[in-house]
């Protein structure tokens, strides 16, 4: 064989090798890529977002059901919405619900204290229950509000 040929023989040979090399390394690397898109309802907040904070500073037992109505207020601002002109804020009932216990003069209301997973719902552990016994505040916290509820809700 001529050797002139021998040498585009290499040449071309060479270049298949350089671009199958590029063309591997090119693959692997688009391997490596993430495809991950970023979604604030699924990542964990790297702390709690309290609410409700300063209100529940100074809520003391024996408080009327008035009384607390005044220092929690009867809206909680969550965030705001934009509007022409400005913002507009996006609020939720306070307290988020309540509860009278039947047959007694219990009364239970549930206030938002603290986002603990930004999804949306609010779930009891976001909750703090206070409770109250003929209008006035006898304590708060799940346990008491637990201790009052009957055993088996009536349907």
Same mark, same amino acid.
């Not at 509860?99 to 909750?127: C, F, H, M, W």
């Given at each position: 064989?001529?050797?002139? !040929? ?45 609410l ?15 009384? /607390?109505h005044? !220092? ?16 507009q ?18 009364? /239970? ?15 009891d552990?976001?909750?703090?229950? #206070? ?5 006035? #505040? /006898? ?17």
């Amino acid at each position: 064989m001529d050797s002139r !040929l021998r040498g585009n023989d290499n040449l071309l040979g060479g270049c298949y090798m350089r671009c199958a090399l590029i063309i591997l390394l090119s693959l692997s690397l688009a391997g490596c890529a993430s495809s991950v898109v970023y979604n604030p309802m699924q990542q964990p907040l790297p702390q709690e977002i309290l609410l409700n904070e300063s209100g529940f500073k100074a809520v003391q037992d024996g408080m009327t059901e008035t009384q /607390i109505h005044q !220092l929690m207020g009867t809206e909680l601002v969550i965030g705001y919405k934009s509007q022409t002109p400005g913002y507009q804020p996006l609020t939720i009932p306070n307290p988020y619900k309540s509860e009278a216990i039947k047959g007694t003069t219990y009364l /239970i209301e549930y206030y938002i204290e603290a986002i603990r997973q930004p999804d949306g719902i609010v779930s009891d552990n976001e909750l703090m229950p #206070l409770v109250f016994k003929d209008g006035k #505040l /006898i304590g708060r916290g799940w346990p008491l509000a637990n201790s009052v509820r009957p055993a088996h809700p009536s349907a």
